[in-house]
C-alpha cells in the first residue's frame, strides 16, 4: 500500500475501500459481512463507504472471513484501522461543527489538491482574518464562539501556508465587489488575496462579469488525494448540508465545468490586476 493519507477521515476511506475489494475477491454479498460481525447490511455499506468509525474486532472478523491470514497483511490493516479512529485535530471544535462539515475538514486536510469555484464569498482558505470576522457576524454567534470559528478557519489554512496542499481558486467578480464587514475589511482582504497569488502552490483566476456564460449554478470544490484508493471527491456546501459526490460520471461532469470556468475567466495575471483595480476603488 502507497503511503496512507492523514486524517482520519481519509483513513475510514481507503480501510473502507480494501475491505470492499476483500469482500468482493470472496464473491461474498454485504449480508455474509454483515452476519460475521452481527451488525446490518447498512452498518457494513457505512463502513465500505468510510462514513463511520470502525471496531478493530469487527476487522479482524472480517479479515478472517475474507480468508486473510497473512500476518503482516492482517496486521497492516488492523493498523489503518487503528489510525482511521484517532481523533482530527478538528474534534476540538466538534460542538461548532455538525457532522457533514466535519466531514469536508478531514478530506480537506488530507487532500493533495483542492479546485475550487466561489460565487459568494472569498474561499475559506484564502480569508483574511477580518474578512472571516465579518462572515462569522453574519451567523449572529455569541462572540466567544464566533472568535473560535475563526482560529477554526486560520488553522484549516495552515496546510496551505506550508505549502502542503496546492489551490486552484476560481472566483466570480461578484464575490470581490460584494462588501463584506466594513471597507476596510474588504481592502485588507483583497490585498490578502493579490499577497496569496503570488504563491507558487495557487492559481487564483476571476470570473469578470464580460465573460461567457456557463453551467455552473453554484460555487463547489473538487478534492483530489495522493492515495490511489482515494478518487476525487466533488463537494457542494448547502445552507444546512452539503453534497459528497464520487461517482465517476459525476465527477467528470463536475470537472468539465471547472476547465470551461478556468477558460472563460481571466488569466492569473490578468486576475491580479483585476483585484488591484477592485481594491483601489474599495
Not at 22 to 51: C, F, N, Q, V, Y
Not at 80 to 94: I, T, V
Not at 133 to 158: H, T, W, Y
Not at 201 to 210: A, D, G, I, R, S
Amino acid at each position: 500500500m502507497a503511503d496512507a493519507p492523514s486524517g482520519p477521515t481519509a483513513l475510514r476511506i481507503v480501510l473502507g475501500t480494501q475491505l470492499r475489494r476483500l469482500r468482493e475477491a470472496r464473491g461474498m454479498r454485504p449480508a455474509d459481512a454483515a452476519r460475521a460481525i452481527r451488525a446490518t447490511d447498512s452498518k457494513i455499506s457505512r463502513l465500505e463507504l468510510g462514513r463511520s468509525a470502525v471496531r478493530e474486532i469487527d476487522v479482524v472478523d472480517l479479515l478472517t472471513l475474507y480468508g486473510v491470514t497473512d500476518h503482516a497483511e492482517r496486521e497492516q490493516v488492523l493498523a489503518l484501522a487503528a489510525r482511521s479512529n484517532e481523533p482530527g485535530w478538528w474534534h476540538r471544535y466538534n460542538d461548532l461543527l455538525p457532522d457533514w462539515l466535519q466531514s469536508y475538514i478531514g478530506l480537506e486536510q488530507a487532500a493533495q489538491s483542492i479546485r475550487t469555484y466561489e460565487t459568494q464569498f472569498v474561499p475559506g482558505l484564502l480569508q483574511s482574518e477580518g474578512y472571516a470576522s465579518a462572515i462569522m457576524a453574519l451567523g449572529d454567534f455569541p462572540p466567544e464562539e464566533m472568535e473560535q470559528r475563526v482560529a477554526l478557519r486560520k488553522e484549516r489554512q495552515r496546510r496551505f501556508l506550508e505549502g502542503d496542499l496546492w489551490l486552484w481558486a476560481v472566483i466570480d467578480e461578484a464575490v470581490l465587489r460584494r462588501g463584506v464587514g466594513d471597507p476596510r475589511a474588504m481592502r485588507d482582504q483583497l490585498g490578502y488575496l493579490l499577497e496569496m497569488s503570488e504563491r507558487p502552490n495557487l492559481t487564483l483566476q476571476v470570473t469578470p462579469f464580460n465573460s461567457a456564460g456557463h453551467a455552473a449554478l453554484t460555487g463547489f470544490s473538487i478534492l483530489r488525494f495522493s492515495e490511489p484508493d482515494l478518487t476525487d471527491i466533488v463537494y457542494v456546501e448547502h445552507l444546512t448540508s452539503a453534497l459528497y459526490l464520487d461517482k465517476r460520471a459525476d465527477v467528470d461532469a463536475y470537472l468539465l465545468a471547472m476547465e470551461r470556468l478556468a477558460v472563460i475567466s481571466a488569466p492569473p495575471a490578468d486576475s491580479a490586476g483585476l483585484i488591484q483595480a477592485i481594491r483601489a476603488a474599495t
